[in-house]
């Protein structure tokens, strides 16, 4: 399974973007996938899930209510949408494929990972 991220840039704070992550290859195996981000000098975190089957979804605390995180199953794509965003949001932000069905926010359950897309934004 292969994941490509795109969509990240600079962003001033208050502003949004959104996040892609189209996975091809062996689609039939990932049955959840995550956004996770590491800022500098800290270790990566959760954002948020979504499974493939029911949509269920999880977010972080930190971006609960700006952050929403949605797919297209056609496309095998899944979407981060990023709205108010604020300087503590500057990330590279990761996309992670699971095998299991469940939304998890533990990166050690998530066998895929995508490159990673930078966010940057400013204040």
């Known amino acids: 399974v292969q994941l490509q991220a795109s969509g990240g840039g600079l962003m001033q704070a208050g502003g949004s973007l959104r996040l892609s992550c189209a996975a091809s290859g062996r689609t039939f195996s990932v049955n959840g996938m995550g956004w996770f981000r590491q800022a500098p000098g800290k270790e990566r975190e959760f954002v948020a899930a979504?499974?493939?089957?029911?949509?269920?979804?999880l977010y972080a605390d930190s971006v609960k209510g700006r952050f929403t995180v949605s797919r297209d199953n056609a496309k095998m794509t899944v979407y981060l949408q990023m709205n108010s965003l604020k300087p503590e949001d500057t990330a590279v932000y990761y996309c992670?494929?699971?095998?299991?069905?469940?939304?998890?926010?533990?990166?050690?359950?998530?066998?895929?990972w995508g490159q990673g897309t930078q966010v940057t934004v400013s204040s």
């Open positions: 992670a494929g699971s095998q299991i069905g469940v939304v998890a926010s533990r990166s050690d359950m998530y066998r895929y």
């Open positions: 979504i499974n493939w089957s029911g949509g269920s979804t």
